[in-house]
Nanobody, 125 residues
Framework: QVQLVESGGGLVQPGGSLRLSCSAS????????MAWFRQPPGKGRELVAA????????GYAGSVKGRFTISRDNDKNTVFLQMTNLKVEDTAVYYC??????????????????WGQGTQVTVSS
């Protein structure tokens, strides 16, 4: 079965850093684009970052560009989101997603539409 499992969430102070990980199984990870979404309390889900299967292109939401970095390790079937200079407004449940998407004028190839269970990130002093 397809499985995406996020980890690394937690409580962090404003200005701090956190790294999220997503471990994938049940599909050909190395042939699929990956992405991170987030859903703040009481708001809709939004795309945060995306990466192609071979890491030759990445895309970021304007609100996180320069602070967040998406990366992947195809040998370990894992995608990461390194978050720095965190702000209170970054508080959300963060979700890992596998499959194709179009984002900011670029197409990220992949197959299927798979989601992880989410991990909570809380930025508070």
């Amino acid at each position: 079965q397809v499985q995406l499992v996020e980890s690394g969430g937690g409580l962090v102070q404003p200005g701090g850093s956190l790294r999220l990980s997503c471990s994938a199984s049940g599909f050909t990870f190395s042939e699929s684009a990956m992405a991170w979404f987030r859903q703040p309390p009481g708001k809709g889900r939004e795309l945060v970052a995306a990466i192609t299967s071979r890491s030759d292109a990445t895309g970021y939401a304007g609100s996180v560009k320069g602070r967040f970095t998406i990366s992947r390790d195809n040998d370990k079937n894992t995608v990461f989101l390194q978050m720095t200079n965190l702000k209170v407004e970054d508080t959300a449940v963060y979700y890992c997603r596998a499959g194709a998407l179009s984002f900011r004028g670029l197409y990220y190839p992949g197959r299927g539409d798979y989601w992880g269970q989410g991990t909570q990130v809380t930025v508070s002093s």
